[in-house]
């Protein structure tokens, strides 16, 4: 095996779900800014947080759920109703 080609840094970080607070533990080389403590084990790790996981994501949950904070739906409607007017 060749030396020197695994990262240095690969350790144990708290991924957080924005949407619903979920938690996962999983090795990785992400770069984090801010550590917390794990719900489940009360340990520090460092934090990555994101904004769907598996157990927010539709798919998975078998839920449908919105997720258009900037009202991108409205404002596509928007347009295909002007569009429509305009012919």
Same mark, same amino acid.
């Given at each position: 095996?060749?030396? #020197?080609?695994?990262?240095?840094?690969? +350790?144990?970080?708290? =991924?957080? #779900?924005?949407?619903?607070?979920? /938690?996962?533990?999983? %090795? &990785?080389?992400? /770069?984090?800014?801010?550590?917390? @403590? &794990?719900?489940?084990?009360? @340990? /520090?790790?460092?934090?990555? $947080?994101?904004?769907? %996981? &598996?157990? &927010?994501?539709? =798919?998975?949950?078998?839920?449908?759920? %919105?997720? #258009?904070?900037?009202? $991108?739906?409205? @404002?596509? +409607?928007?347009?295909?109703?002007?569009?429509?007017? %305009?012919?």
């Amino acid at each position: 095996m060749k030396k #020197d080609i695994h990262p240095q840094n690969y +350790r144990p970080v708290l =991924f957080i #779900d924005n949407s619903n607070g979920a /938690e996962f533990i999983i %090795s &990785s080389t992400v /770069e984090t800014k801010e550590t917390a @403590k &794990s719900k489940a084990d009360k @340990k /520090e790790y460092p934090v990555y $947080r994101v904004e769907i %996981s &598996s157990a &927010s994501h539709p =798919f998975y949950t078998g839920n449908e759920k %919105s997720l #258009d904070t900037a009202g $991108r739906a409205e @404002k596509f +409607r928007a347009r295909v109703a002007k569009a429509k007017k %305009s012919k």
